[in-house]
């Protein structure tokens, strides 16, 4: 019986690797696309571009086989940066969405479209948790532009019949993120003895989903029979402190410092953000990794990070 196929760009980031990694176990042939080598081992690729995600990159592939899935897991991943370059972010998060969608309509209709997108489209809500029909209010070019990246794929279902999945995922953490709030906890704290100081007032609140369970939902959402645009949440259903997430790496990383903060928002940074997973358990995903168990995972990869670079 032959492999189904699925191509991931991305696949050298965080959660493309992880999701290459589950697929190639289950029995997937994985193709990878990304301007940076696969270089972490998690998985096999049955072809491995490094190249930019263009359209000549996706031809070239063809050649070497059809997927039967492309995950785009590509471009945009932070609020700071779109800040920074909006334009950058806008072609990472909206045109190469199109241009993909554009092959896949050319090349290759049967193949299904799955778009990670961000609980960042939200943006700024008093309600929380925040369901799926829920008005979008993002509060930076990040989150506007994968708003916009949804609308496309919504767009190409609608008119041109393509099958496409949007997962919006809300605070990923595991293994292999080298960024956001956890690694801004751990390197700090191994740079002080006394106490460290993030953003905020430590009172903000995140929806922390544990990778493995990500790539759980996409696979998940991959091997049901998809009736043409699914848009769904992924995230635990529960909100924890930002105090609380730092906290808990203090403790997981053994290390007994007070926790100040600087009560300054950063821009784009919204105050709460909490899923909810009512749409995502009738499609038949349920988070299983606790906060306590991720980030225990979460503090051993750190050490072992930390260890090689001394």
């Known amino acids: 019986m032959q492999k189904k196929h699925i191509w991931i760009t991305g696949a050298a980031g965080f959660l493309g690797g992880h999701t290459g990694y589950l697929f190639a176990n289950n029995g997937w042939a994985v193709s990878s696309i990304d301007i940076a080598p696969v270089t972490h081992n998690q998985f096999s690729s049955f072809a491995s571009i490094n190249n ?40 990472n998060s909206v045109t190469n969405t199109q241009m993909i969608l554009d092959f896949i309509r050319e090349k290759s209709p049967e193949t ?117 645009h699914i848009l769904v949440n992924g995230g635990t259903g529960y909100a924890l402190s930002v105090k609380d997430i730092a906290s808990g790496l203090l403790k997981a990383l053994g290390l007994d410092l007070a926790i100040t903060f600087n009560n300054e928002v950063r821009p784009g940074d919204p105050a709460h953000y909490q899923a909810d997973l009512t749409y995502a358990r009738k499609l038949g995903y349920t988070p299983q990794t606790k906060f306590s168990d991720g980030i225990q995972h979460y503090a051993k990869w750190f050490q072992q990070v930390k260890q090689l670079e001394h």
């Open 52 to 91: 930019v995600l263009d359209r000549r990159t996706l031809d070239h592939l063809l050649t070497l086989s059809k997927p039967d899935c492309i995950f785009h897991a590509a471009g945009s991943g932070a609020v700071g940066d779109s800040i920074a370059n909006p334009d950058l972010d806008f072609h």
């Open 112 to 228: 299904l479209f799955v778009l990670p997108s961000s609980a960042g489209v939200y943006g700024a809500s008093d309600q929380q948790p925040l369901s799926e029909n829920h008005p979008l209010n993002p509060v930076s070019p990040y989150g506007k532009h994968k708003a916009m990246a949804e609308e496309v794929c919504r767009k190409a279902s609608e008119i041109h019949k393509t099958q496409t999945v949007v997962i919006r995922f809300f605070s990923l953490y595991g293994p292999r993120l080298f960024k956001q709030l956890l690694w801004d906890v751990g390197c700090k704290a191994l740079k002080s003895n006394k106490e460290i100081q993030l953003f905020g007032t430590g009172q903000e609140t995140r929806d922390m989903l544990y990778v493995e369970d990500a790539t759980s939902i996409i696979k998940t959402l991959v091997e049901q029979k998809n009736p043409g």
